[in-house]
C-alpha cells in the first residue's frame, strides 16, 4: 500500500471511530448502496477501509455477476444485509429472504433496507433442527460490534475454553425455524420443482442440524453456499452428506472456483479470521456448467 493510500486509511479510521463521518456508500455493480452508522460494524468499518474486497469478494461477485439463474434466494445469517443487496442487485427478478436473528442487526437491516430502497424480504430468527425458542450467544466486549459480527446457538465463549474463550458474551433469546418451515412459508407450493435456488448458510455451527433436518438435499434445483470454517469440528460430515446426496462441492476463491474431494480452507494468521475462504459452493449442476459460471465470473476455471 502506497504512503498516500495509507494517509488517506488513517484518516477515514480516526474520521470513523470519532463519529465525524457516520455514513458512506459502496458501488455494487452500477449501483451505490448507503451504509449509516458505519462505525458500529466491524465488518462495514473494514469495507469501508479497505475495500468491499475485504468482506467476502469470492462471494459478492458470485452474487452482482448472475452467471446462473435463480428465482429463489435465502442469505442466512445475514448480519448488516450486504449479501442480500447483493442478491438483489445481481437477480432483481428473484424472491429473496434475508434471515438474522440478533435483534439489533434485524433492526439495522431493516433500516438499510428502506434507504435504499430495496425489495428483498427480512425475517427475524435463526435456522435449526425444530420449530420453537432459543437462545443465541452474542460477543459482548471492548471490542465486539455493536452490530455484531457474529453469534452462534453454541457457547464458545468466555468460559468454556473454547476458540473464542477470552470474548464476554450476552445471551439473546429467539425464535428458531427450520429451514423447509421458511421455503414452505415464503414461497408457492410449487417452489421445489420450478425456479432454481440458491441457499445461503452462514449460521455459525447451526449448518448440519439445518441440512440434515431438511428435504430441500434431496431436489435436483436447489444449491447451497455453506461457510466452512477451519477450526469447524462437523465440515467432513457436512462434507459427506452433501456428496452423499449428490452434490458437487467447489471451493469459492476470488480466483476460481475449484473442484474438491474434501472440505478444504486455507488458514489465516489473523486470530478473528481463522479463514481465507471459507465459502463452499455444493450444487447438481454438471460441470460444464460450473466451469462456465466460473469463467465467466471469475475469469478462470482451476
Known amino acids: 500500500m502506497s ?32 451504509f449509516r452508522n458505519i462505525r ?50 445481481g437477480f432483481p427478478d428473484a424472491s429473496i429472504l434475508s434471515i438474522e436473528p440478533v435483534k439489533m442487526n434485524y433492526e ?23 420449530c420453537g425458542n432459543a437462545k443465541m450467544y452474542i460477543p459482548h466486549g471492548s471490542g465486539s460490534s455493536k452490530i455484531s459480527a457474529t453469534a452462534s446457538l453454541i457457547n464458545s465463549f468466555k468460559g468454556t475454553n473454547h476458540i473464542y474463550n477470552n470474548l464476554e458474551f450476552r445471551e439473546e433469546n429467539v425464535k428458531m425455524h427450520k429451514l423447509d418451515f421458511i421455503l414452505d412459508n415464503n414461497f408457492n407450493e410449487k417452489f421445489y420443482v420450478n425456479g432454481n435456488t440458491l ?27 455453506i461457510e466452512i470454517m477451519i477450526g469447524d469440528k462437523d465440515k467432513q460430515v457436512i ?5 452423499e446426496k449428490g452434490f458437487d462441492a ?17 488458514p489465516n494468521k489473523s486470530i478473528t479470521n481463522r479463514t481465507i475462504w471459507r465459502n463452499h459452493y455444493f450444487t447438481k449442476k454438471s460441470i460444464a456448467e460450473v466451469k462456465e459460471i466460473s469463467i465467466n465470473t471469475y475469469g478462470n476455471w482451476i
Request: glycine letters at 4%; charged letters at 30%.
Open 3 to 34: 504512503i498516500k493510500k495509507q494517509l488517506h486509511r488513517k484518516v477515514l479510521e480516526i474520521l470513523f471511530k470519532k463519529n465525524i463521518l457516520k455514513s458512506g456508500k459502496i458501488i455494487l455493480k452500477d449501483r451505490a448502496v448507503k
Open 199 to 225: 441457499i445461503k448458510l452462514d449460521c455459525e455451527g447451526a449448518e448440519l442440524d439445518i441440512i440434515k433436518s431438511s428435504k430441500a438435499l434431496d431436489k435436483n434445483n436447489i444449491d447451497f453456499i
Open 108 to 130: 439495522y437491516i431493516l433500516e438499510f433496507k428502506k434507504i435504499n430502497n430495496f425489495k428483498f424480504k427480512v425475517i427475524n430468527c435463526c435456522l435449526g433442527n425444530t
Open 40 to 89: 458500529e460494524s466491524n465488518i462495514l468499518l473494514d469495507i469501508f477501509l479497505n475495500s468491499l474486497d475485504a468482506f467476502e469478494p469470492e462471494l459478492t461477485t458470485f452474487l452482482v455477476k448472475k452467471n446462473t439463474e435463480y428465482k429463489y434466494i435465502i442469505d442466512a445469517g445475514s448480519n448488516t444485509g450486504i449479501l442480500s443487496a447483493c442478491a438483489e442487485i
Open 250 to 266: 467447489y471451493l469459492m476463491t476470488p480466483a476460481s472456483l475449484i473442484k474438491e474431494d474434501r472440505p478444504l480452507t486455507l
Open 239 to 243: 462434507f459427506d452428506l452433501l456428496i
